[in-house]
């Protein structure tokens, strides 16, 4: 065990290293030398996209190689910020090996003790006993409500400046994990439906008025072909309104997951890679007919389509 903690330090050093010398001015690879923290984030992204897929095509070899590459982008990150002695990779280390003890007290009790952290405060008690799953959130929900408090004080902040609840919610995520985490965030200071009952009439709702555009758009568009709207007065321009509504169907929707203990992002995926799936299908039995997609109908697509749904159907039976 201690050789390979040893081989697992010596690979981890040897990154680092490899890590300065790509950013050396005068010996380094120059698309890494001009790099900045900005500049990398759509990469992190990026990264952080593919070890999802590789985890959801279950390739082992692909899981490792991904996570390697983000791990890169940590490493970078540290890079850059150590050059301007910002803080280094060891400083990100201990920060997230600090945190997770600090946040799992009934796990580190011994420890967060031997650093000469209270047992108990008027925020968190430290349970060595085992926590159901109301008590580990009510115990997270408190610890980090401390850390928040901590680092207003470091920002120098006060009391007079407004803060809220949503502020610890980032914007930069994507936008159905940033609904989730919204309505979540609101939930716990009790601003929610008391269950999915309401909230599929909200989604019926934001469906109608929809529709409700789409139906004024297309009474304008008749106007303006019949002539009862001038030619030159154009058709009111409604698009605006239309995205609007799509979207206050979409976050409705994601509410709906979320009181159905269903995470919206995972469910979308699933639909997305059983529809990518299903049309691959429709593209092999073409091909098997002899047939290009783009020559086929609708109607006879649509044939194909039923034939792979049904033969999906089949298999899971």
Same mark, same amino acid.
């Given at each position: 065990m201690q050789n390979a903690n040893k081989a697992k330090l010596s690979e981890m050093q040897r990154l680092l290293k490899i890590m300065a010398q790509l950013r050396d001015p005068q010996s380094g690879c120059p698309w890494d030398v001009k790099q900045t923290m900005e500049s990398l984030t759509r990469y992190t992204i990026e990264e952080a996209y593919e070890v999802a897929d590789a985890i959801a095509n279950g390739d082992m070899h692909d899981i490792k190689d991904e996570l390697g590459d983000l791990l890169f982008q940590v490493v970078f990150y540290s890079q850059i910020a150590s050059e301007s002695r910002a803080f280094s990779f060891d400083d990100v280390a201990k920060s997230i090996s600090d945190k997770l003890v600090r946040r799992h007290p009934h796990v580190f009790a011994n420890a967060l003790a031997s650093e000469g952290v209270s047992d108990t405060n008027e925020n968190v008690t430290v349970e060595r006993t085992q926590l159901n799953d109301s008590a580990l959130n009510a115990q997270w929900d408190a610890i980090k409500a401390q850390e928040k408090q901590l680092k207003k004080q470091r920002l120098k902040q006060n009391d007079a400046i407004e803060t809220s609840i949503l502020d610890s919610v980032p914007?930069?995520?994507?936008?159905?994990?940033?609904? *989730?985490?919204? *309505? &979540? /965030?609101? !939930?716990?200071?009790?601003? #929610?439906?008391?269950? =999915?009952?309401?909230?599929?009439?909200?989604?019926?709702?934001?469906?109608?008025?929809? *529709? *409700?555009?789409? #139906?004024?758009?297309?009474?304008?568009?008749? !106007?303006? &072909?019949?002539?009862?709207?001038?030619?030159?007065?154009?058709?009111?321009?409604?698009?605006?309104?239309?995205?609007?509504?799509?979207? #206050? /169907?979409?976050? /409705?929707?994601?509410?709906? =997951?979320?009181?159905?203990?269903?995470? !919206? #992002?995972? =469910?979308?995926?699933? !639909?997305?890679n059983k529809f990518a799936n299903r049309f691959k299908g429709v593209e092999r039995l073409a091909a098997e007919q002899g047939d290009k997609l783009d020559a086929l109908t609708l109607d006879e697509m649509e044939a194909l389509w039923q034939q792979v749904k049904q033969s999906s159907s089949s298999n899971i039976e």
């Open positions: 914007k930069g995520m994507p936008a159905l994990m940033y609904a *989730q985490k919204l *309505q &979540k /965030a609101c !939930a716990k200071v009790g601003f #929610d439906w008391p269950d =999915a009952a309401p909230v599929i009439d909200k989604v019926r709702e934001e469906v109608e008025e929809i *529709q *409700q555009e789409l #139906d004024f758009k297309q009474r304008a568009q008749g !106007a303006l &072909k019949t002539g009862v709207v001038p030619l030159n007065s154009g058709v009111p321009d409604n698009q605006q309104a239309i995205e609007e509504e799509i979207g #206050d /169907a979409l976050f /409705a929707m994601v509410n709906l =997951a979320r009181h159905c203990k269903v995470d !919206a #992002d995972t =469910a979308l995926r699933n !639909a997305s």
